[in-house]
């Protein structure tokens, strides 16, 4: 029989791409979306990879512990990916209690409804290199100490170690993936590099003639996200659960990503970039470099996408949306 898997965040970057990889691998794939009125649009990274027929979308919200019961009741799934978060650093100093409500207590909501409803399930947890803010050590690894520099860090925090406290304490097998920041066509057009890819094709097309960014100096350690997805899947499949970093092992500036993307359509970085101080964060993470030796050794995985080709698909992808008869209109939010 397939195995069934529940995905929350299904209708996110990461939640797209994973729910390719499970149906690949014969899953029956199960997604929990928020009600919303933009609903016709929900899925359209599903729809990007063409399997929005191929998934199964349930009502339910990570504030409401209920509608999560009552989706592993019906659902029975073998593997929960809890993937749902507000995942964007700046706006959680705009909506720090939101995001504590959801990126940190839904994740005990994830947990609580397993335990109720079927507490065999297998469960992922999608923690974040940001826990590691102001770095304790060059490299960061599973053993380095945490100092988490945003409210979206602090609630990522929570969600981490709630994880492992219901492995250690319910003996759930429960596994927590550091992921270090990954990117792709499907990423959200607030992130830097997808800013910058979306900028720099709306520049080479003539709809913009600047790009304006914030720290450029801030560095981080980016992979693919069809990549990270199967180290997640990686770790429900192990026989005991555990936590692991996932990165790439280099770390460049936002300045370096950014030169790609130019380079990539023969425009000079220098003429269109303008730094805005509207873009700066209040606490910054400067640097982070995952090393992703354990996930290597234990689970067998590589990543396999540079940064420059990364960045190269997404300038192409974006060229490509842009030059559709109506074409998606610059991002509106001051983000
Ligand atoms: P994303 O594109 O922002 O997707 C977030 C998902 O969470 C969306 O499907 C969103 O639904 C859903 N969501 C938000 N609030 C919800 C709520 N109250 N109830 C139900 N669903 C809700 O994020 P991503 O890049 O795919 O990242 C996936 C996860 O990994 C997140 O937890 C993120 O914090 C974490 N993470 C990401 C990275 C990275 O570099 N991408 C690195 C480390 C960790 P809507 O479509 O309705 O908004
Ligand atoms: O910023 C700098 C910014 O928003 C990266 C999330 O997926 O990864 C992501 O968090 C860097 C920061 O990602 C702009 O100051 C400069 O230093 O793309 P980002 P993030 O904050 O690292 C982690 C691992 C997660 O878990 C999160 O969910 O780029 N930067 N200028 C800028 N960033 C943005 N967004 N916009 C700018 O104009």
Same mark, same amino acid.
């Given at each position: 029989?397939?195995?069934?898997?529940?995905?929350?965040?299904?209708?996110?970057?990461?939640?797209?791409?994973?729910?390719?990889?499970?149906?690949?691998?014969?899953?029956?794939?199960?997604?929990?979306?928020?009600?919303?009125?933009?609903?016709?649009?929900?899925?359209?990274?599903?729809?990007?990879?063409?399997?929005?027929?191929?998934?199964? !979308?349930?009502?339910?919200?990570?504030?409401?512990?209920?509608?999560?019961?009552?989706?592993?009741?019906?659902?029975?799934?073998?593997?929960?990916?809890?993937?749902?978060?507000?995942?964007?650093?700046?706006?959680?100093?705009?909506?720090?209690?939101?995001?504590?409500?959801?990126?940190?207590?839904?994740?005990?909501?994830?947990?609580?409804?397993?335990?109720?409803?079927?507490?065999?399930?297998?469960?992922?947890?999608?923690?974040?290199?940001?826990?590691?803010?102001?770095?304790?050590?060059?490299?960061?690894?599973?053993?380095?100490?945490?100092?988490?520099?945003?409210?979206?860090?602090?609630?990522? !925090?929570?969600?981490?170690?709630?994880?492992?406290?219901?492995?250690?304490?319910?003996?759930?097998?429960?596994?927590?993936?550091?992921?270090?920041?990954?990117?792709?066509?499907?990423?959200?057009?607030?992130?830097?590099?997808?800013?910058?890819?979306?900028?720099?094709?709306?520049?080479?097309?003539?709809?913009?003639?600047?790009?304006? !960014?914030?720290?450029?100096?801030?560095?981080?350690?980016?992979?693919?996200?069809?990549?990270?997805?199967?180290?997640?899947?990686?770790?429900?499949?192990?026989?005991?659960?555990?936590?692991?970093?996932?990165?790439?092992?280099?770390?460049?500036?936002?300045?370096?990503?950014?030169?790609?993307?130019?380079?990539?359509?023969?425009?000079?970085?220098?003429?269109?970039?303008?730094?805005?101080?509207?873009?700066?964060?209040?606490?910054?993470?400067?640097?982070?470099?995952?090393?992703?030796?354990?996930?290597?050794?234990?689970?067998?995985?590589?990543?396999?996408?540079?940064?420059?080709?990364?960045?190269?698909?997404?300038?192409?992808?974006?060229?490509?949306?842009?030059?559709?008869?109506?074409?998606?209109?610059?991002?509106?939010?001051?983000?």
């Amino acid at each position: 029989m397939a195995k069934r898997a529940l995905i929350t965040g299904i209708t996110g970057q990461d939640g797209a791409y994973l729910a390719q990889y499970l149906l690949s691998k014969g899953y029956e794939v199960h997604g929990a979306v928020r009600r919303s009125s933009h609903g016709g649009v929900a899925d359209h990274r599903l729809e990007w990879l063409g399997i929005r027929e191929q998934v199964r !979308l349930h009502d339910a919200n990570m504030l409401d512990l209920a509608s999560l019961i009552r989706l592993v009741q019906e659902v029975r799934p073998d593997e929960f990916y809890n993937l749902a978060a507000q995942s964007f650093v700046a706006t959680s100093w705009n909506q720090p209690i939101l995001t504590g409500q959801i990126t940190a207590i839904g994740v005990s909501h994830a947990l609580e409804a397993i335990r109720i409803a079927k507490p065999d399930t297998r469960f992922y947890q999608a923690s974040s290199s940001e826990m590691y803010g102001l770095i304790q050590q060059p490299v960061q690894s599973e053993d380095t100490p945490f100092y988490p520099r945003s409210p979206y860090a602090v609630a990522k !925090l929570y969600g981490h170690w709630i994880t492992v406290n219901y492995r250690e304490s319910f003996g759930m097998h429960a596994s927590s993936g550091i992921l270090f920041n990954h990117e792709s066509p499907l990423r959200g057009r607030e992130f830097v590099t997808r800013k910058v890819t979306d900028g720099v094709a709306r520049i080479k097309l003539g709809l913009a003639d600047e790009l304006r !960014l914030g720290n450029i100096d801030a560095k981080r350690d980016w992979g693919h996200a069809r990549d990270y997805v199967k180290a997640m899947w990686l770790m429900l499949q192990q026989d005991a659960a555990d936590d692991y970093v996932v990165a790439t092992g280099t770390t460049t500036t936002v300045r370096d990503m950014c030169a790609i993307a130019f380079e990539h359509v023969g425009l000079d970085i220098e003429e269109h970039l303008v730094i805005d101080p509207e873009f700066f964060r209040p606490a910054e993470v400067d640097v982070l470099l995952g090393d992703p030796s354990k996930a290597r050794r234990v689970l067998g995985w590589e990543p396999e996408t540079s940064l420059g080709a990364m960045i190269r698909e997404m300038v192409d992808a974006d060229m490509t949306r842009l030059s559709q008869p109506s074409p998606p209109p610059a991002i509106s939010m001051p983000l």
